[in-house]
């Protein structure tokens, strides 16, 4: 039987919850004997809905995940395949297929809590060595699990990310244009994503009647002083908020382009996501980003603001590259398909079976 650890209906949505919800919709219409298993504290309930998910335990989070879930697995579904789409995994029980989106937890420790990165550094060691199989969204994650979890290579799996159905047909312009002419960062907002770096790179910029609209978490742009300072009451800058999927078609298709300067990504959704959306992207030329987004961005050095900025007055003012770089993207996000992601993992849980 193949379960699916559905701990990610109880958060709110970022990257690694995004491709949660993406891939086990997927896995439901091809392989509709999945179960999924969550706490009780489910925020998610459209998703869980569709999912068909099945509230169990009385805890929730680590001890739900750690305790909860294998417990339960060992006395109702003895021998299941446990697939855990959300970085992490029960130790305590072996038949996992773990995803694991990127090293940044072990890599760059700095960027989390203490006990945050306490877990993992504990946690993902153990995960590597017992799981049957892991699988990572891109080959530059692939050589870091293998060099920093210390497995061999035949025990990792590499399954891009997808692109939501929404974002190839949804027209996403039903809504008017609030911004003006604008430039668009889209992130959870964290400091690898260096929204630091965009605000700094923008306000350097000489261009008449240019905005910038960062879509994420106004609650937690302004708890991080140093991005508060940073806009301070320039009125060129919109934070958006939160933007579910028509609305955050609606910026990409308006966008004079997509500035996504990352210092580190295991995948990275929101090019592939612009590209569908005929919005030329700027993107990092570090980690995975370059095995991602190929020939079809611009790219820039994220640890210098002058050329983040250079890189947004070149393509502002070249329509020639502008142009290119809308068809290039065009033709990339063909490569990206929830389907065949996830198909790819139900062929990896199907030889696990096998053997």
Excluded at 96 to 119: C, G, Q, T
Excluded at 191 to 198: E, H, L, S, V
Excluded at 313 to 326: A, G, S
Excluded at 332 to 339: H, I, M, P
Aim: hydrophobic share 40%; proline share 6%; with cysteine.
């Amino acid at each position: 039987m193949l379960i699916v650890n559905a701990r990610f209906l109880t958060q709110k949505i970022t990257g690694v919850q995004r491709y949660s919800i993406e891939m086990s919709l997927k896995l439901k219409e091809l392989h509709p004997g999945i179960r999924f298993l969550a706490p009780r504290n489910i925020i998610q309930h459209e998703i869980a809905g569709k999912l068909g998910a099945e509230r169990i335990g009385f805890f929730e989070g680590y001890f739900w995940e750690q305790i909860e879930l294998p417990l339960f697995l060992k006395r109702h579904a003895p021998g299941s395949i446990l697939i855990n789409p959300g970085n992490m995994a029960p130790v305590f029980y072996r038949r996992n297929i773990a995803v694991i989106h990127d090293m940044a937890p072990l890599r760059h420790p700095e960027w989390y809590s203490r006990k945050f990165s306490i877990a993992y550094r504990v946690l993902w060691p153990i995960i590597g060595k017992r799981a049957l199989k892991i699988v990572s969204d891109s080959e530059h994650s692939k050589k870091e699990i293998i060099e920093l979890l210390k497995v061999e290579e035949r025990m990792v799996e590499v399954i891009p990310c997808g692109i939501s159905e929404e974002f190839s047909i949804n027209p996403g312009t039903n809504r008017p244009n609030e911004f003006g002419d604008y430039i668009l960062a889209v992130s959870s907002i964290d400091p690898r994503k260096n929204f630091a770096g965009i605000i700094g790179a923008f306000k350097s910029l000489k261009i008449d009647n240019l905005n910038l609209v960062i879509a994420g978490s106004k609650e937690k742009i302004f708890a991080e002083q140093r991005l508060k300072d940073l806009a301070g009451d320039d009125k060129r800058i919109f934070f958006s908020g939160f933007m579910d999927t028509d609305e955050l078609a609606n910026l990409y298709s308006r966008a004079r382009m997509l500035v996504y300067p990352s210092f580190y990504e295991g995948f990275g959704l929101p090019p592939i996501e612009a590209m569908a959306r005929k919005c030329p992207c700027i993107v990092s030329g570090v980690s995975s980003l370059p095995e991602v987004c190929g020939p079809a961005a611009l790219y820039c050095d994220p640890y210098n603001q002058k050329d983040i900025a250079d890189k947004i007055e070149t393509l502002f003012f070249n329509d020639q590259l502008r142009q290119t770089l809308i068809e290039r993207g065009l033709e990339r996000v063909r490569l990206y398909s929830w389907e065949k992601s996830a198909g790819a993992l139900l062929r990896v849980a199907e030889e696990i079976i096998k053997r």
